[in-house]
T-cell receptor
């Protein structure tokens, strides 16, 4: 079963703009992870945020976690064409449960 | 940089036939996972190994699917007989995490299965 739900399902932005996607989940978690998947390929790990952390940065990525609202967000700043991909959140209680993903298209 | 290897990359088969997928994890990774990803959905865990032992196969359809990791290194996932609904991407991942811990999972490129 898939616990995380991403919103929106799809997002189209202009190069240079920021992209924000959200993830909601139902039950308590230990950690939450975000992954990226380019079309027809495997997933690439982006960020792991632990349940006692509220915000984490990695390059142009910023992830927040609100355990009281059971939600997380991923912000990509100054987007590039290479950021075009599907982004998945995965709740982590020592077993990953992925949502259906947000498909991001960055227009040149 | 070390990668998870999978083969074949693409497989087309007819229903009722047997298919097998192979995965070679990153060297030293004790934990290996097989996921199924249906188009438009996120990956779903089928089976998790720690070394050669199955840790979780609760979502593996055991009437037709089997998985093994005999020497605790590479792994094979088999489907027999294949059904139309098995058409999906089959992803293998590996991790340094041991049972009861968490860590980054490294994914292979996947095998896209089409059942006709």
């Amino acid at each position: 079963s898939q616990q995380g739900e991403e919103d929106p399902q799809a997002l189209s932005i202009q190069e240079g703009e920021n992209a924000t996607m959200n993830c909601s989940y139902k039950t308590s978690i230990n950690n939450l992870q975000w992954y990226r998947q380019n079309s027809g390929r495997g997933l690439v790990h982006l960020i792991l945020i632990r349940s006692n952390e509220r915000e984490k940065h990695s390059g142009r990525l910023r992830v927040t976690l609100d355990t009281s609202k059971k939600s997380s967000s991923l912000l990509i700043t100054a987007s590039r064409a290479a950021d075009t991909a599907s982004y998945f959140c995965a709740t982590d209680d020592y077993k990953l449960s992925f949502g259906a993903g947000t498909t991001v298209t960055v227009r040149a | 940089e070390a990668e998870v290897a999978q083969s074949p990359r693409y497989k087309i088969t007819e229903k009722s036939q047997a298919v097998a997928f192979w995965c070679d994890p990153i060297s030293g990774h004790a934990t290996l996972y097989w996921y199924r990803q249906i188009l438009g959905q996120g990956p779903e865990l089928l089976v998790q190994f720690q070394d050669e032992s199955v840790v979780d196969d609760s979502q593996l359809p055991k009437d037709r699917f089997s998985a093994e990791r005999l020497k605790g290194v590479d792994s094979t996932l088999k489907i027999q007989p294949a059904e139309l609904g098995d058409s999906a991407m089959y992803l293998c991942a590996s991790s340094l995490a041991l049972t009861g811990t968490t860590d980054t999972q490294y994914f292979g490129p996947g095998t896209r299965l089409t059942v006709l």
